[in-house]
Protein backbone atom coordinates (compact mmCIF):
# COMPACT_ATOMS: atom_id res chain seq x y z
CA UNK A 1 0.00 0.00 0.00
CA UNK A 2 1.15 3.35 -0.79
CA UNK A 3 -0.36 6.94 0.43
CA UNK A 4 -1.68 9.62 -2.38
CA UNK A 5 -2.84 12.75 -1.17
CA UNK A 6 -4.81 15.15 -3.04
CA UNK A 7 -5.01 18.80 -2.08
CA UNK A 8 -6.13 21.82 -3.75
CA UNK A 9 -4.69 24.98 -3.90
CA UNK A 10 -5.21 27.63 -1.75
CA UNK A 11 -8.38 30.52 -2.15
CA UNK A 12 -7.97 33.10 -4.89
CA UNK A 13 -9.97 36.17 -5.28
CA UNK A 14 -11.22 35.39 -8.74
CA UNK A 15 -11.57 31.61 -7.46
CA UNK A 16 -14.01 33.72 -4.30
CA UNK A 17 -16.06 35.73 -7.06
CA UNK A 18 -17.46 32.39 -8.58
CA UNK A 19 -15.04 32.55 -11.43
CA UNK A 20 -13.25 30.20 -13.22
CA UNK A 21 -9.34 30.88 -12.58
CA UNK A 22 -8.14 28.30 -16.04
CA UNK A 23 -4.82 28.91 -16.70
CA UNK A 24 -4.53 32.35 -15.34
CA UNK A 25 -1.80 32.25 -13.38
CA UNK A 26 -3.47 34.33 -10.34
CA UNK A 27 -1.53 33.61 -6.72
CA UNK A 28 -3.59 32.62 -3.69
CA UNK A 29 -4.40 35.35 -1.92
CA UNK A 30 -3.25 37.35 0.97
CA UNK A 31 -5.69 35.43 3.12
CA UNK A 32 -4.67 32.18 2.19
CA UNK A 33 -1.06 33.03 1.85
CA UNK A 34 -1.27 33.72 5.66
CA UNK A 35 -3.16 30.72 6.48
CA UNK A 36 -0.06 28.68 4.29
CA UNK A 37 2.41 28.05 7.22
CA UNK A 38 -0.35 26.01 9.63
CA UNK A 39 -1.44 23.91 6.65
CA UNK A 40 2.69 23.44 5.76
CA UNK A 41 2.64 22.34 9.29
CA UNK A 42 -0.07 19.66 9.08
CA UNK A 43 1.17 18.66 6.05
CA UNK A 44 4.95 18.06 7.56
CA UNK A 45 3.42 15.49 10.12
CA UNK A 46 1.79 13.58 7.11
CA UNK A 47 4.94 11.27 6.12
CA UNK A 48 4.84 12.45 2.70
CA UNK A 49 8.37 12.25 0.91
CA UNK A 50 7.63 13.91 -2.29
CA UNK A 51 5.36 16.11 -4.00
CA UNK A 52 3.57 16.52 -7.61
CA UNK A 53 2.23 20.24 -8.76
CA UNK A 54 1.09 21.55 -11.76
CA UNK A 55 3.13 24.87 -13.08
CA UNK A 56 0.15 27.31 -12.37
CA UNK A 57 1.98 29.52 -9.75
CA UNK A 58 -1.07 28.82 -6.99
CA UNK A 59 -0.21 25.24 -6.98
CA UNK A 60 3.93 25.75 -7.53
CA UNK A 61 4.89 28.09 -5.49
CA UNK A 62 3.87 26.36 -2.51
CA UNK A 63 4.67 23.17 -3.20
CA UNK A 64 8.15 24.05 -3.87
CA UNK A 65 8.28 25.76 -0.48
CA UNK A 66 7.42 21.81 1.68
CA UNK A 67 11.20 21.31 1.34
CA UNK A 68 10.58 17.78 -0.69
CA UNK A 69 11.26 16.50 -3.94
CA UNK A 70 9.21 18.26 -6.32
CA UNK A 71 8.14 17.44 -9.53
CA UNK A 72 6.44 20.16 -11.70
CA UNK A 73 4.04 18.72 -14.15
CA UNK A 74 2.48 20.94 -16.98
CA UNK A 75 -0.75 18.33 -17.42
CA UNK A 76 -1.14 18.85 -13.66
CA UNK A 77 -2.85 22.69 -14.81
CA UNK A 78 -6.25 23.60 -14.16
CA UNK A 79 -8.83 23.80 -17.51
CA UNK A 80 -8.63 26.26 -19.76
CA UNK A 81 -11.39 28.10 -20.18
CA UNK A 82 -10.51 30.38 -22.46
CA UNK A 83 -12.25 32.90 -23.08
CA UNK A 84 -14.29 32.43 -19.71
CA UNK A 85 -10.98 32.40 -17.65
CA UNK A 86 -11.90 34.76 -14.88
CA UNK A 87 -14.96 35.91 -16.24
CA UNK A 88 -17.70 35.12 -13.30
CA UNK A 89 -20.39 32.55 -14.51
CA UNK A 90 -22.93 34.41 -13.89
CA UNK A 91 -21.26 36.97 -16.55
CA UNK A 92 -20.58 34.27 -18.69
CA UNK A 93 -23.15 34.36 -21.82
CA UNK A 94 -23.91 30.99 -23.46
CA UNK A 95 -22.76 28.86 -20.55
CA UNK A 96 -25.77 27.22 -20.56
CA UNK A 97 -24.79 25.15 -23.20
CA UNK A 98 -21.68 24.26 -21.51
CA UNK A 99 -23.21 23.18 -17.99
CA UNK A 100 -25.53 20.74 -20.27
CA UNK A 101 -22.75 18.93 -21.17
CA UNK A 102 -19.52 19.97 -19.09
CA UNK A 103 -17.82 17.09 -19.84
CA UNK A 104 -17.49 16.91 -23.68
CA UNK A 105 -18.36 21.00 -24.46
CA UNK A 106 -14.82 23.56 -24.42
CA UNK A 107 -15.74 27.29 -23.88
CA UNK A 108 -14.41 29.00 -26.51
CA UNK A 109 -10.66 28.96 -26.71
CA UNK A 110 -10.40 26.35 -23.87
CA UNK A 111 -10.42 22.80 -23.22
CA UNK A 112 -13.50 20.67 -22.43
CA UNK A 113 -12.89 18.32 -19.23
CA UNK A 114 -12.70 15.60 -20.75
CA UNK A 115 -8.93 16.80 -22.27
CA UNK A 116 -8.28 18.37 -19.17
CA UNK A 117 -8.66 14.76 -17.30
CA UNK A 118 -7.15 12.96 -19.51
CA UNK A 119 -4.09 14.69 -19.61
CA UNK A 120 -3.77 15.33 -15.74
CA UNK A 121 -4.30 10.89 -14.97
CA UNK A 122 -1.20 11.08 -18.00
CA UNK A 123 0.66 13.10 -16.06
CA UNK A 124 0.45 11.63 -12.86
CA UNK A 125 0.35 7.67 -13.99
CA UNK A 126 3.83 8.42 -15.51
CA UNK A 127 5.17 10.36 -11.85
CA UNK A 128 3.55 7.41 -9.69
CA UNK A 129 5.92 5.73 -7.50
CA UNK A 130 5.22 3.98 -4.29
CA UNK A 131 6.74 6.47 -1.56
CA UNK A 132 3.90 8.58 -0.31
CA UNK A 133 3.28 11.89 -2.51
CA UNK A 134 1.21 14.98 -2.14
CA UNK A 135 -0.39 16.31 -5.69
CA UNK A 136 -1.00 20.03 -5.18
CA UNK A 137 -3.04 20.96 -8.09
CA UNK A 138 -6.18 22.41 -9.38
CA UNK A 139 -9.93 21.20 -8.75
CA UNK A 140 -10.40 20.08 -12.18
CA UNK A 141 -7.65 17.97 -12.71
CA UNK A 142 -7.43 16.63 -8.62
CA UNK A 143 -11.48 15.25 -9.45
CA UNK A 144 -9.93 13.61 -12.93
CA UNK A 145 -7.42 11.48 -10.69
CA UNK A 146 -10.05 10.72 -7.83
CA UNK A 147 -12.80 9.23 -10.35
CA UNK A 148 -10.00 7.13 -12.00
CA UNK A 149 -9.08 5.57 -8.18
CA UNK A 150 -12.70 5.16 -7.85
CA UNK A 151 -13.60 4.39 -10.87
CA UNK A 152 -16.38 7.50 -11.14
CA UNK A 153 -17.20 8.43 -14.86
CA UNK A 154 -16.03 12.02 -15.81
CA UNK A 155 -19.68 13.29 -15.29
CA UNK A 156 -19.50 12.29 -11.86
CA UNK A 157 -16.33 13.72 -11.62
CA UNK A 158 -17.69 16.92 -11.53
CA UNK A 159 -19.87 16.10 -8.45
CA UNK A 160 -17.39 16.12 -6.10
CA UNK A 161 -16.91 19.52 -4.35
CA UNK A 162 -13.31 20.38 -3.63
CA UNK A 163 -12.72 23.63 -1.34
CA UNK A 164 -8.77 25.58 -1.39
CA UNK A 165 -6.73 23.28 0.92
CA UNK A 166 -8.76 20.67 0.67
CA UNK A 167 -6.85 17.30 1.13
CA UNK A 168 -7.86 14.15 0.09
CA UNK A 169 -6.13 10.43 1.31
CA UNK A 170 -6.06 7.54 -0.99
CA UNK A 171 -4.21 4.21 -0.32
CA UNK A 172 -3.19 2.81 -3.33
CA UNK A 173 -2.90 -1.34 -3.96
CA UNK A 174 -1.31 -3.15 -6.96
CA UNK A 175 -3.74 -3.61 -9.64
CA UNK A 176 -4.66 -0.16 -9.51
CA UNK A 177 -7.26 -0.35 -7.08
CA UNK A 178 -7.48 2.97 -4.34
CA UNK A 179 -9.38 2.95 -0.93
CA UNK A 180 -10.72 6.88 -0.04
CA UNK A 181 -9.59 7.21 3.19
CA UNK A 182 -10.86 10.88 3.30
CA UNK A 183 -11.80 13.62 0.60
CA UNK A 184 -12.10 17.29 0.95
CA UNK A 185 -11.08 17.82 4.81
CA UNK A 186 -9.92 20.81 5.36
CA UNK A 187 -6.83 20.81 7.31
CA UNK A 188 -7.15 22.05 11.07
CA UNK A 189 -5.77 25.36 10.84
CA UNK A 190 -8.10 26.16 7.68
CA UNK A 191 -10.81 25.00 9.25
CA UNK A 192 -10.52 26.95 12.70
CA UNK A 193 -9.53 29.97 10.59
CA UNK A 194 -13.30 30.39 9.28
CA UNK A 195 -12.14 31.38 5.80
CA UNK A 196 -12.74 27.53 4.00
Known sequence: MSALLLLRHGPTGAGRRGAPLGR?????????????P??????AGLGLQRVLCSDLGRSREHALSLGLPCRILPGLA???????????????????????????TAPPGGEAF????????????????????????????????????????LDRALDLAWEPFGLTRLER?????????????PLPSAAASGML
Open 38 to 43: QVRAEL
Open 114 to 153: AACAARAVAALETSLEDPPTLVLAHGGPLRAILARFLGLG
Open 78 to 104: EQAFGAWDGVPWADIAGAEAFFRDPVG
Open 173 to 185: YPGGRAVLRYHNR
Open 24 to 36: LDLPVDPAGQALW
